[in-house]
């Protein structure tokens, strides 16, 4: 095995990779297990009894909210108003720093015990897991972000050994910690793409040139939906700020996978945001007209994509069709339950469903009807039935990257 080969195949092993995301951990939870010292902070700035205590976190773009009962709340940036600096509250009672340091040494383990179950495992967190760390949202979802995009650069050099492997009939190690990291990608983006952080994403959006990226085609390019359904939630998060940067992609991209992820991304901000329908449908009108003037790889694909981002935009309610949800094992009876499903993990978003719709525009009401906690399993050992076999991740791998896959015609490929 090369060094490189190496560096992919056991990338991330320690919580140590995740740093950023601890440390603003570590200071939330030092403060909220130990009241008396968010007690004396509020005294020493002189906060009055019904005046929050806002800090700005060191670590972190965002802020903690200190209420007068030892409350703890994690802030977005656009809520630091003003805001104090916790060094320099620190720096001014030396005493108060050194209980504060204590208090850290005491919530390491809990902090570990919270990340743990992110990095270094062949499964996806349970419920409860995810919750753990997405409460702390506001004040880590940025580093998630980073994460996923150190994720993303370990992917690309790794998918040409997965590759190999696959090619090869084989699901050795590369392969299974190709399909890990893809599925940790998907934890933390869900960490950071909550409804309101839609402020920052819009300017991250605007912060560099796109290509062919968009906030969904990191994941829905890995041709499962249980990833897909992050990649919508991304999207949506991301919201109307960037319906333009997916239209751009629907007029000038020449294959149809591409013209699949932003029909994808932009039906997803369409059903998260009403208000953006009829815009939305609109663009789906003009892009499908010109789509037909234009040489494209896969266009039949490419005309159902578009069929079936209409049809879920064209229904009232939000919730998915009956074929959709039996072919899914998702709930059936109205009732909003999760995306957790053995074919879930499975089944290729872009497969033509028996009603003549791809299956993920279909699956788009019933995933944006969830929230982020309800892509995760409720018990941890149900993951483990749950969990594709080697060979499953080889067919997985082979129907979105392997060159020498069988072509079947109703995959797009």
Not at 51 to 71: A, H, Q
Not at 131 to 148: D, G, K, L, M, N
Not at 205 to 229: H, K, Y
Request: include cysteine; proline fraction near 5%; charge should be positive.
């Amino acid at each position: 095995m090369t060094d490189v080969d190496s560096a992919y195949t056991d990338f991330p092993d320690s919580i140590a990779e995740l740093k950023p995301i601890a440390d603003s951990l570590l200071t939330a939870l030092a403060l909220e297990n130990d009241w008396s010292i968010g007690a004396a902070l509020r005294l020493q700035a002189g906060c009055s009894d019904d005046t929050p205590l806002i800090i700005k976190l060191p670590m972190s773009p965002g802020g903690l909210e200190i209420g007068s009962s030892g409350t703890i709340r994690p802030i977005r940036h656009h809520e630091l108003v003003s805001p104090r600096d916790l060094n320099e509250l620190f720096r001014e009672v030396p005493s108060l720093n050194l209980r504060y340091l204590a208090s850290i040494q005491r919530v390491r383990h809990q902090t570990t015990k919270i990340l743990r179950p992110f990095v270094g495992t062949r499964d996806i967190p349970s419920r409860t897991e995810f919750q753990a760390i997405a409460r702390w949202a506001p004040i880590i979802e940025i580093a998630s972000y980073s994460f996923v995009a150190r994720i993303l650069s370990y992917l690309d050099r790794g998918r040409v050994i997965a590759s190999r492997e696959i090619e090869a009939g084989e699901a050795g190690k590369a392969a299974k910690s190709y399909y890990r990291l893809a599925n940790m990608m998907a934890s933390f983006t869900l960490v950071g793409s909550e409804p309101m952080a839609s402020n920052w994403l819009s300017g991250l959006a605007r912060s560099f040139a796109w290509g062919q990226w968009t906030p969904s085609f990191a994941l829905t390019r890995e041709r499962t939906i249980w990833l897909s359904a992050a990649g919508a939630k991304a999207a949506a998060a991301f919201g109307p700020s960037v319906i333009e940067r997916y239209q751009s992609i629907l007029s000038r991209t020449g294959h149809a996978f591409n013209i699949f992820d932003a029909l994808f991304g932009l039906t997803a901000i369409a059903l998260a945001h009403p208000e953006t329908r009829r815009d939305v449908i609109k663009i789906l009108s003009t892009e499908e007209r010109m789509m037909k003037k234009r040489k494209l790889i896969g266009l039949e694909f490419a005309a159902v994509a578009f069929k079936s981002a209409a049809h879920v935009l064209a229904k009232d309610e939000l919730r998915s069709d009956p074929v959709t949800l039996v072919r899914l094992g998702w709930s059936t009876n109205g009732k909003t339950g999760d995306l957790v499903s053995h074919q879930a993990f499975r089944l290729d978003p872009c497969e033509i469903n028996s009603d003549s719709f791809m299956l993920g525009f279909g699956a788009l009401p019933s995933i944006l009807g969830c929230n982020s906690s309800q892509h995760f399993p409720r018990s941890k050992a149900r993951m483990s039935r749950l969990r594709p076999s080697g060979h499953e991740v080889s067919a997985i791998m082979a129907r979105a990257w392997a060159s020498s896959m069988p072509r079947e015609s109703h995959i797009l490929h």
